[in-house]
Each structure stands twice: as structure tokens, then as C-alpha cells.
């Protein structure tokens, strides 16, 4: 069995939706499964869909937004008389972006201009006194900031009591009131009425770029589109038609720093979309923020000079592989945390010193993905004695309002309803934790329900082609709001199950329909799932369709989203090539006959394992583990059926090791008993003890033979031991060798290897879990 991820939400189309969808086709020319994923979407008119569909662009005017007009009139002072004047950016992708673009605007405007990134090590996040001050000694007069400002209080009144005027635009959630600034532009304004809410930061700074100009800026699309999708913002609406233009403007960019890093990358313009911006541009510019100074970002996006764009290339590269390692890093410090617990709390909070701020966020996100759980990891900063931490959450619960619920514990913090940042004293941490999880706890069963995944329509492998693939390209660009489409593939075989990458990460899978063609799968980071997927099961499969491109020959491919198998399953490792391959099963009972077993590998088992002997399967309570690890050969195989429904059990891993074969040799015969007898008689107070395997050689006996009769006389009181010495003893009684524990132990482990071992698994899994 394999549980899905996700909650699966089919849009069920009923009759009338289907003539519907038969009636939208004749009226749009539009092809039914692309119509099918834009009514999942909630597009359901022939208007609603040709508005989405159009490629005319759908811009609304910049001076809708509060404080539009006021902010531009002090801009053009500013200008007029040469006034020096700040923009103040953020140091992630949409804060560079943002910088980079109202730079270049009003320098191309005559601006007495300049720009500061803050470090987030050195500045923190948005507004800071100190960099305030030190410009105004400097003699700005103006400040702008981009991507920040709503919560800049203390720095914008300070600026604004040495007179010097302050612009926000932002786009970050409001909190109870706003900074008195001379204007604040935001899509959210509480005195606005801006039609569409959901600008990134650098949406806001192209507005405001817009109406500064009177005119599109449409060499400022590229990056807008660059920051809009990799802060993750709604694709709907006016942020899809800028990142649809800015994508044609990446496609043909005249920034050389943009040009030099396709080259290097290996980037064909031509190709360009929003998965390039977001996996390949967006993480290095976000990057550069993570690990310190994100000011190489800009200079990159905005250079002319060859040798500098070199350069900074070359740095981004770098600081792109550090970050990297310091994630991996970090998560694998993180899983083992977690998986050291006895049990998950609703909402995990986690905190250590030596912890990197910078990539807090990205290892939350990969927390959350992995145990469905919101997450809050923080950094000590032992200079100021406060932890620093970032949280990410899950669909039923909003982190920004549980963050309000104890804010009286903390210094500062922001974010919205998916993700937060937050900066709490180290005296007020435990406080503060406690406080976090009582109010998650409340919200538990909201947070423990799977998150929703929408799947547009079933279809089959012989469904997806090329020519599928390019038809669904048309509702792109793809992300937030505007998901690729995911189809199910019901009942489908598969003819293929592998795990590939250094570290095994990556999952394969070739499914098939019946006797029609094949359809390869791809799983990133899911190639664990390999080890929980039963090959000989169907299953149903959650997917994203793609195309491959290799070595020149393009190719339909499933991206695997989520999977499920029904059934119970059985795994079958008795012919593994060593005992760790059965050492790496998470989330198990290992259940064993010999406790010397038990004993030895205790510390081979996964962190999250649990190892129980076979004597103990009756007297245990229900363990919360859905796999069971049959190490060696259970006698009583009986009872472990009782026990796999006792615990809900929907995987067993088999390995039913049995190191003396019992079963092969069978049972020892009355004239091997006698032979051995009637030599130990003959060999008085012999020195048996490490000559068993020469003395067995000699009666020509097995030794496993040997020393089952052996240990039968003993049993029996025919043989006495002293000192490694055996002496046979008479007896005028008749004796019966199988009423001894000794017999009737071979005869269980006997008959426990029949069936443990040479069963074929279906029939195994058949026994165990087909109801009686």
C-alpha cells in the first residue's frame, strides 16, 4: 500500500458540464481537455476563458494606486532640482529585481540616484535606522523603498523627523497600521481601490515606473517578470500578462549580464519560460541574499562592462554551490531531529546556533513537503542573544495570524498567510514556543488534514503526446493561482520502478494501459518512494505532463505529482545481497525471533524504527507504524497476522533470514541418533566442544544435524557436559525425542521456513492480509 500525499479533488464534470464543454469548444476552437483544466480552474464562460486565453494585455492604470499621484510629484521635484535620493531594496530576487528596475528608470529620468541593498546579516529585513541615518548624513533627501516598508515604523520616522520624505511601495502584508511616510503605494492600500491586489515588489516599482514615464516601460519587463514569479505571487489577472511579455523580453534581452549567463548555463533563449526563472535565475539572485550581499545580483542584471559581468557571474556560481551544500546540510541535521522524536507535534519549531539564516526559509519548505507539518526553524545570533528564524506552513493554518497570537513575545516579525519571518529574544523563546504551539495545537486537525491537490481530468498513457503537451502550453505562464494542470492515470501497470541520481533522490517509473504503449515518469526528489511502490501492484498516478528533450529527439513525460496503491503489499528482500539493504526501512517494526539478533543490529535500524521480539507481539499497545520488517524466520507466523491487524500494518518488508536452513536439511533420522550415540559411548568424556564440525565430518552427518542431536541428548539427560567435555549417560527409560523443546522448536522453525521462505510473496501477502 502507498497512502497518498494529498487529498485528491477530481473535477467531476456531470452531463451538463460536458455539453457545456462540448458547446465552448464550437464556440472557441479551443480543444476539450484544455477547456476541461480551465473550467477546474473556475473559468467557465466563453468570456472568462477568451480573456484569459487573449494575448492582449491586461494592464490597469498605475494612478488607481493610493498615493500614486502625490509620490510622482515629489519624484519629479526631486528630479527637477537634482535631489539626491535613495532607493532602499530588499536583498531576495523580487527586492533586486525591484532595485534594479527603478534604478535604471529614474537614472534614465536624470535622477541624482543611488540604491542600497541590506544584508540581512548586518541590516535585517526592510527599513533600518542606522543605513537611514547614514545616508542622510550623506545628504539623500528622498527615500523609496521597493519590496519593503509596511512595517519600517522606527526608521521611516526618523527619516521623516530629519526631514527627509520616504515613498514605500510594497507589497508585504499590512498589519494594523501603516508607517507615517509622504506616501505609501501599495495594491493592498486600505484607502485604495487597485484592482488587482496581488503585485509582486517589483510589479509595484514597474507602476510606479509607468506613471513616472507616462508610458510602458517594456525594457523593464524582463524584470519584472524575473521577480514576479520568483516571489511566488498570483499568475492571474495583471501579474500574467506582465510575466508573459516579460518572458518574451528574457527570450530577447539585450542585458549583457542576462546573455552571458544563458551562455554559461547552456540556456537557449528560444526556451525561456517561467520554470527557467524559477529553478534556474531566481534561485541564484535569491542566492546571493541567502549567503550575505545580494548586491552582485544587481550589478549582474544591470552592467555593461564584460569584466565586471565576468566576474559577478563566476560569484553568483559560487554562491549558489554554497548554498546548496549548507541547505543539504541543514536538512539532513533537521531529519534527524525529527525522526529522533517519539512523536510529531502540530506545528515543529526547531532552533540551533550554528544554524545559517539565509536558507532557514528553504529548509522549511523541504520540512513541510516531507512531514506535511507548518515550520518554524530558527538561528541563534548569539551578538544580540536572539534567534532569527523563518516559517513556512501548510494549507490549514495561516502562520502570520498564529504569529499574531503571540506577539507579545516577539521583537519583530511579518510575512503572510504560507510564510513568515520572525526575530525573538533568547529569554523569551521558550515563552514563545510554548505560547505556538497551544494555539497550533488547537488547530490540529485542520493542519493534520491532507492539502488539496486538483487534478483537471483522468486520462490514460495513450492520451499524452506531443501535441497534448503543446496544446496545455498555451495556458501557461504556470504558478501560483495558475497551476500546470494534473491529470490522474487510473489502474495504470508498471512496467518499471527505479531510483536514480547519486544519492538516489530521483524517481523513474514506466507506466503502461494494458497492451498499449509505455509512458515514462519522472519523480523529483521522490526517489524514496522506490522503496514503497509494489511493482507487481497497479496504481494510480497524479501527474504533470512535460516533454524530454534528449540528444535532439523530443518525447512525451509524466512529472509525478502524488501516487497511491490500494492494496497491502509485500516486499520481498530474501534475496538481498546484504542485511543493510533491509536496514533502511523508516517508520517500521523490525520484528525478530532471536533476540541475539535483536540485539546486534539495534543500532542498524532507522532512527525511526523499532525493533520488537516475535515472544512480545501479544503484550504490545498500538505503535503508530504502518511497516513490518520480518527479519528472521517467526516460528509462530500464526500470530504475526493477528499482530499486523492489531497494528494496522499495510507493508511487510520480508527478509526472514534463517542462517542453518532448517528446512532443506529436514529432520534427523533414528539411525543418525543412534550412530551418534553409539560413537559418544565409544568416546568417553571427549572434547567436543569446537570438534563438532571434524566429528560430523566423520559420522558423515551434517553439522546442523549434529548439533540438533546433540542438543537433543542433552536435553533428554542422555549427555552430560563439565568443562567443554561430554559424557554419555545411560538409560533404561524409553525416551521420546519429540516431545522434546528441542524437537518441537525445529519442528516450528521448520515449518516457519516452509512458509516464510519458500512461498512465492503473493501468496504470503495473500495469508496475511486477504480477509478471512
Known amino acids: 500500500m502507498f497512502n497518498s500525499r494529498y487529498n485528491w479533488q477530481m473535477a467531476n464534470l456531470s452531463d451538463q458540464d460536458q455539453n457545456q464543454l462540448d458547446q465552448l469548444a464550437e464556440e472557441t476552437g479551443l480543444p476539450s481537455l484544455l477547456l476541461s483544466v480551465l473550467k477546474a480552474n473556475g473559468y467557465h464562460s466563453q468570456k472568462t476563458i477568451e480573456d484569459f486565453m487573449s494575448d492582449q494585455a491586461k494592464l490597469h492604470d498605475p494612478f488607481l494606486l493610493y498615493d500614486m499621484e502625490r509620490a510622482i510629484a515629489r519624484i519629479q521635484a526631486a528630479i527637477m532640482v537634482s535631489e539626491p535620493i535613495l532607493i532602499y531594496g530588499d536583498y531576495d530576487a523580487d527586492g533586486i529585481t525591484s532595485t534594479s528596475l527603478l534604478y535604471e528608470c529614474l537614472e534614465s529620468m536624470g535622477a541624482n540616484v543611488t540604491y542600497y541593498l541590506p544584508n540581512r546579516f548586518e541590516d535585517g529585513y526592510g527599513p533600518n535606522t542606522q543605513v537611514y541615518n547614514y545616508y542622510i548624513k550623506q545628504g539623500i533627501q528622498l527615500i523609496i523603498t521597493v519590496d519593503n516598508g509596511v512595517a519600517g515604523f522606527e526608521a521611516i520616522a526618523n527619516a521623516q523627523a530629519a526631514g527627509v520624505d520616504v515613498i514605500v511601495t510594497d507589497h508585504h502584508e499590512i498589519g494594523d497600521s501603516l508607517p507615517d511616510a509622504y506616501a505609501v503605494i501599495h495594491?493592498?492600500?486600505?484607502?485604495?481601490?487597485?484592482?488587482?491586489?496581488?503585485?509582486?515588489?517589483?510589479?509595484?516599482?514597474?507602476?510606479?515606473?509607468?506613471?513616472?514615464?507616462?508610458?510602458?516601460?517594456?525594457?523593464?519587463?524582463?524584470?519584472?517578470?524575473?521577480?514576479?514569479?520568483?516571489?511566488?505571487?498570483?499568475?492571474?489577472?495583471?501579474?500574467?500578462?506582465?510575466?508573459?511579455?516579460?518572458?518574451?523580453?528574457?527570450?530577447?534581452?539585450?542585458?549583457?549580464?542576462?546573455?552571458?549567463?544563458?551562455?554559461?548555463?547552456?540556456?537557449?533563449?528560444?526556451?525561456?519560460?517561467?520554470?527557467?526563472?524559477?529553478?534556474?535565475?531566481?534561485?541564484?539572485?535569491?542566492?546571493?541574499?541567502?549567503?550575505?550581499?545580494?548586491?552582485?545580483?544587481?550589478?549582474?542584471?544591470?552592467?555593461?562592462?564584460?569584466?565586471?559581468?565576468?566576474?559577478?557571474?563566476?560569484?553568483?556560481?559560487?554562491?549558489?554551490?554554497?548554498?546548496?551544500?549548507?541547505?543539504?546540510?541543514?536538512?539532513?541535521?533537521?531529519?534527524?531531529?525529527?525522526?529522533?522524536?517519539?512523536?510529531?507535534p502540530a506545528i515543529i519549531i526547531l532552533a540551533q546556533e550554528n544554524w545559517h539564516q539565509g536558507v532557514l526559509g528553504i529548509v522549511a519548505s523541504r520540512v513541510v513537503e516531507k512531514y506535511q507539518r507548518p515550520t518554524i526553524l530558527l538561528a541563534q545570533d548569539s551578538d544580540n542573544h536572539v534567534l532569527k528564524g523563518s516559517a513556512r506552513s501548510v494549507p490549514g493554518l495561516d502562520i502570520f495570524q498564529l504569529l499574531r497570537g503571540a506577539k507579545e513575545y516577539a521583537q519583530a516579525f511579518g510575512g503572510h498567510e504560507m510564510a513568515a519571518?520572525?526575530?525573538?529574544?533568547?529569554?523569551?523563546?521558550?515563552?514563545?514556543?510554548?505560547?505556538?504551539?497551544?494555539?497550533?495545537?488547537?488547530?490540529?486537525?485542520?493542519?493534520?488534514?491532507?492539502?488539496?491537490?486538483?487534478?483537471?481530468?483522468?486520462?490514460?498513457?495513450?492520451?499524452?503526446?506531443?501535441?497534448?503537451?503543446?496544446e496545455l502550453k498555451r495556458l501557461a505562464p504556470f504558478g501560483t493561482d495558475n497551476p500546470k494542470p494534473r491529470f490522474l492515470l487510473k489502474d495504470v501497470e508498471l512496467k518499471q520502478v527505479q531510483q536514480l541520481g547519486k544519492d538516489k533522490n530521483t524517481l523513474k517509473l514506466s507506466v503502461k494501459e494494458g497492451t498499449k504503449g509505455t509512458l515514462p515518469a519522472i519523480g523529483f526528489k521522490?526517489?524514496?518512494?522506490?522503496?514503497?511502490?509494489?511493482?507487481?501492484?497497479?496504481?494510480?498516478?497524479?501527474?504533470?505532463?512535460?516533454?524530454?528533450?534528449?540528444?535532439?529527439?523530443?518525447?512525451?513525460?509524466?512529472?509525478?505529482?502524488?501516487?497511491?496503491?490500494?492494496?497491502?503489499?509485500?516486499?520481498?528482500?530474501?534475496?538481498?545481497q546484504s542485511r543493510q539493504e533491509v536496514f533502511k526501512v523508516k517508520n517500521a517494526i523490525y520484528l525478530f525471533q532471536a533476540e541475539k539478533f535483536a540485539q546486534a543490529y539495534q543500532d542498524d535500524l532507522p532512527e525511526s524504527s523499532q525493533a520488537v521480539l516475535a515472544r512480545d507481539m501479544t503484550n504490545l499497545p498500538k505503535l503508530g507504524k504502518d511497516k513490518l520488517v520480518i527479519f528472521d524466520c517467526i516460528q509462530d507466523y500464526d500470530a504475526v497476522k493477528i499482530f499486523i491487524n492489531q497494528q494496522d500494518i499495510n507493508n511487510l518488508y520480508l527478509f526472514a533470514y534463517s542462517k542453518d536452513q532448517a528446512y532443506l536439511h529436514g529432520y534427523p533420522s533414528k539411525a543418525n541418533f543412534a550412530k551418534v550415540y553409539r560413537y559418544l559411548s565409544q568416546h568417553p568424556n571427549i572434547p567436543l566442544k569446537g570438534a563438532e564440525a571434524g566429528v560430523a565430518k566423520y559420522l558423515n552427518l551434517s553439522l546442523f544435524h549434529f548439533k540438533v542431536i546433540i542438543q537433543l541428548l542433552t536435553e533428554l539427560q542422555l549427555l552430560e557436559w563439565q568443562d567443554g567435555q561430554c559424557r554419555v549417560l545411560g538409560s533404561e527409560q524409553k525416551v521420546d525425542l519429540k516431545a522434546s523443546k528441542t524437537w518441537r522448536n525445529l519442528q516450528a522453525q521448520m515449518k516457519a521456513e516452509r512458509f516464510l521462505l519458500y512461498n512465492e510473496s503473493k501468496d504470503i501477502k495473500d495469508y496475511y492480509f486477504q480477509e478471512d
Open 187 to 344: 495594491p493592498r492600500h486600505p484607502k485604495g481601490q487597485y484592482p488587482f491586489p496581488d503585485l509582486a515588489g517589483v510589479g509595484v516599482a514597474f507602476k510606479l515606473a509607468q506613471a513616472l514615464m507616462e508610458d510602458l516601460p517594456s525594457e523593464f519587463l524582463d524584470l519584472v517578470a524575473i521577480g514576479t514569479v520568483a516571489d511566488l505571487v498570483s499568475l492571474r489577472d495583471e501579474n500574467r500578462s506582465l510575466v508573459k511579455m516579460g518572458i518574451k523580453q528574457l527570450q530577447q534581452t539585450d542585458r549583457l549580464g542576462l546573455q552571458e549567463f544563458y551562455e554559461r548555463e547552456g540556456i537557449d533563449p528560444r526556451t525561456i519560460n517561467e520554470e527557467s526563472i524559477g529553478f534556474v535565475i531566481g534561485p541564484r539572485l535569491n542566492a546571493l541574499g541567502r549567503m550575505g550581499d545580494p548586491s552582485p545580483g544587481l550589478e549582474l542584471l544591470t552592467a555593461f562592462d564584460p569584466d565586471l559581468i565576468a566576474d559577478r557571474l563566476e560569484l553568483v556560481e559560487d554562491t549558489n554551490s554554497k548554498r546548496k551544500e549548507v541547505v543539504a546540510d541543514m536538512a539532513e541535521e533537521v531529519d534527524q531531529k525529527l525522526t529522533s522524536l517519539d512523536y510529531l
Open 421 to 470: 519571518g520572525m526575530t525573538i529574544s533568547l529569554a523569551d523563546y521558550p515563552n514563545w514556543k510554548e505560547r505556538l504551539e497551544e494555539l497550533a495545537k488547537e488547530q490540529e486537525k485542520d493542519i493534520l488534514e491532507k492539502a488539496t491537490l486538483n487534478i483537471a481530468q483522468t486520462i490514460t498513457p495513450s492520451d499524452v503526446s506531443l501535441n497534448t503537451i503543446h
Open 526 to 576: 521522490k526517489g524514496d518512494w522506490a522503496e514503497a511502490i509494489d511493482p507487481d501492484q497497479k496504481l494510480d498516478m497524479v501527474v504533470e505532463l512535460t516533454i524530454n528533450h534528449w540528444n535532439g529527439l523530443d518525447t512525451p513525460q509524466a512529472l509525478v505529482v502524488d501516487i497511491a496503491q490500494k492494496q497491502a503489499s509485500v516486499f520481498d528482500f530474501r534475496r538481498a
